[in-house]
């Protein structure tokens, strides 16, 4: 094909970088030709499976890709998550100011450490995710480096709040035998905090090739070697619950190791900073802590799906298939649906003796039993709105997904959770009925958002914003 007949001047209506856009997008067979020929393949060997034979209908097919994407993400999350559970087993039970105070620190982490690496990464769902579907292989490793260097350097700036924790907790009106303990304790959590960036940067480079299975097994033998490295640093050498929190980092490393060879977080973990402020904060606190940690295991699953559901609209978008992508959230979301249910149920049915896995303190156990009904309604709406978010991200619509989680925790569910624990008197309680009422708003809000996605004109930008980066990288080199 020639470019014939162009002429550039102040009124055309293409760019020089839109045009060769067009003639690239729509000249494949040409470009396949021109790329070098170890672009043709993926940085790591894919293991995407096939399905579906001639009589198969697209549906089925759907349903078969996205779990065998879900099913190992969701295990792998699982997995990862149960190495923070583990730890905060260990320190329930050596007290009530143990388990408060890492609780404390923890929800502290997350909330200036943790989850703000893991929304920064979420970029990578987009940028590798429509790079691969459009077969844009060599701008994987260039967007996991820059991350990885943006992280690391975040990571030095939360270092030197955590430092601080302490000293921050007694200015916001925490006991101060809670605030010291926690103190201590985040201060063995730094090691865990740069891990954590490059293990959120793996996962998601590896993910958006459908490369599944390594994160699967990695976070099974993470798993498994955290108990005996958590009882030799809490029990055997003596650390109590800084051996605990030292050995996440261990146990992140190890991850990383095995690999290699979203403001959301923040109002809940929030949660358990406001659990300081009620009557009993010892008490509050360790229940919130128990409650959340319970959440956050659960939450695995529809994360699991909601990662399967961006691998699969950013591939598809990036590879010009806007009706495949439209197909793939309609399924993902009566899978969603299914998930919620029926493990809101699970968690009613378990209520009266999941308490004892976290402590032997009869009140704590039976303020357990109260809050499980209420955390598995919950649930129902975060197991939506998670999978709803992955569509979001698959699309590259992360600021307005940024914007919609700040409206609904901040502007709805953070007041009514003040409201229903401060001035109605519900206590920790009250905490999970007010982010129960931002679950819902985030929901709707993300479902509308969803229900009216324009898939040929997000397919168009998935062209421009991957072509676009690769026109720059060949100047560039």
Not at 277 to 305: D, H, Q, R, W, Y
Not at 352 to 381: H, Q, T
Request: proline share 3%.
């Amino acid at each position: 094909m020639k470019l014939t007949g162009t002429f550039f001047h102040k009124q055309d209506k293409y760019t020089l970088t839109s045009l060769v856009n067009t003639y690239r997008f729509q000249n494949t067979s040409e470009v396949s030709s021109m790329v070098p020929s170890n672009m043709e393949e993926p940085l790591v060997g894919s293991n995407i499976q096939k399905t579906g034979g001639p009589k198969e209908s697209l549906v089925v097919t759907e349903v078969k890709k996205q779990l065998y994407l879900a099913g190992p993400l969701i295990a792998g999350c699982l997995l990862q998550n149960v190495v923070q559970m583990i730890s905060v087993m260990f320190v329930g039970h050596l007290g009530e100011l143990a388990l408060s105070s890492a609780s404390i620190a923890t929800s502290f982490a997350g909330v200036t450490g943790f989850s703000l690496l893991s929304g920064m990464a979420s970029s990578l769902d987009t940028l590798c995710g429509q790079a691969f579907g459009a077969k844009q292989y060599h701008l994987l490793g260039i967007y996991k480096q820059r991350a990885i260097l943006v992280l690391t350097l975040v990571s030095v700036v939360v270092a030197m709040v955590w430092a601080y924790t302490g000293q921050i907790l007694l200015l916001v009106g925490q006991d101060a035998e809670i605030a010291m303990g926690a103190g201590s304790y985040i201060r063995w959590l730094i090691p865990a905090l740069f891990v954590y960036g490059l293990l959120q940067c793996h996962v998601r480079f590896l993910q958006t090739q459908n490369i599944v299975l390594p994160v699967m097994m990695s976070a099974g033998v993470t798993a498994l070697s955290h108990v005996p490295v958590c009882w030799l640093l809490v029990y055997k050498l003596g650390l109590g619950n800084k051996g605990a929190a030292l050995a996440n980092a261990i146990s992140y490393l190890a991850n990383v190791s095995i690999l290699t060879v979203y403001i959301r977080w923040w109002s809940f973990e929030l949660l358990v900073l406001l659990s300081g402020l009620l009557p009993n904060p010892k008490l509050e606190a360790s229940v919130l802590s128990i409650s959340l940690n319970t959440g956050s295991l659960v939450f695995m699953i529809p994360f699991g799906l909601g990662a399967a559901i961006s691998t699969r609209v950013s591939n598809e978008l990036g590879a010009g298939q806007p009706q495949a992508a439209r197909l793939a959230t309609r399924v993902t979301m009566v899978l969603g649906l299914v998930a919620g249910v029926s493990l809101g149920l699970v968690m009613i049915l378990v209520r009266n003796i999941w308490g004892y896995a976290y402590s032997n303190e009869k009140e704590v156990v039976e303020n357990i039993s109260r809050m499980m009904p209420i955390l598995g309604m919950a649930f129902v709406f975060d197991d939506m709105q998670c999978v709803l978010s992955g569509v979001i991200r698959g699309c590259g619509l992360q600021k307005i997904g940024a914007c919609v989680n700040l409206g609904a925790y901040y502007l709805v569910g953070v007041p009514a959770a003040l409201c229903f624990a401060f001035f109605y008197h519900f206590g920790g309680m009250g905490l999970w009925f007010g982010i129960i009422c931002g679950l819902a708003v985030q929901m709707l809000l993300l479902l509308s958002i969803t229900l009216c996605t324009n898939w040929e004109k997000e397919a168009s930008k998935a062209k421009d914003r991957v072509f676009s980066s690769s026109l720059h990288v060949d100047m560039t080199t």
